[in-house]
């Protein structure tokens, strides 16, 4: 599960972002972008669709829609709308969240993978 900070380090070609893409790519591990994540990611970025396309569109990226029952589940939940996305959908299929913000998880009971901002 790739949140939105994550997100804007694939547009920074992060190496260790890349090497989980290349991953993703060959088979060996799933990356997942909830798609409240995207929109916060894209209202930090502002690229084109274009610009979108080598990650959304790569073999092992799959986008998860905000489902009604999701957006039910949520709703009371403290924090940003992006980030108990992105923690329901990590619970609901047991993944991690692979961030660069991880002050955003503090009190959710949630795998992390730390990325941090320029290389690690």
């Given at each position: ?34 798609t409240t994540a995207i929109a916060d990611a894209q ?36 924090g940003d709308l992006a980030t108990r996305h992105t ?34």
């Amino acid at each position: 599960m790739v949140d939105a900070s994550a997100m804007v380090a694939f547009f920074d070609a992060h190496p260790r972002l890349m090497a989980l893409l290349d991953q993703a790519d060959a088979g060996r591990l799933n990356l997942l972008l909830p798609t409240t994540a995207i929109a916060d990611a894209q209202a930090h970025i502002g690229v084109s669709l274009d610009g979108w396309h080598a990650l959304l569109f790569s073999p092992g990226v799959r986008s998860l829609p905000l489902t009604e029952h999701a957006a039910i589940d949520v709703g009371g939940w403290p924090g940003d709308l992006a980030t108990r996305h992105t923690v329901h959908e990590a619970q609901a299929l047991r993944a991690a969240v692979v961030t660069c913000e991880p002050a955003r998880y503090r009190g959710f009971d949630v795998s992390l993978l730390v990325i941090r901002p320029g290389g690690n």
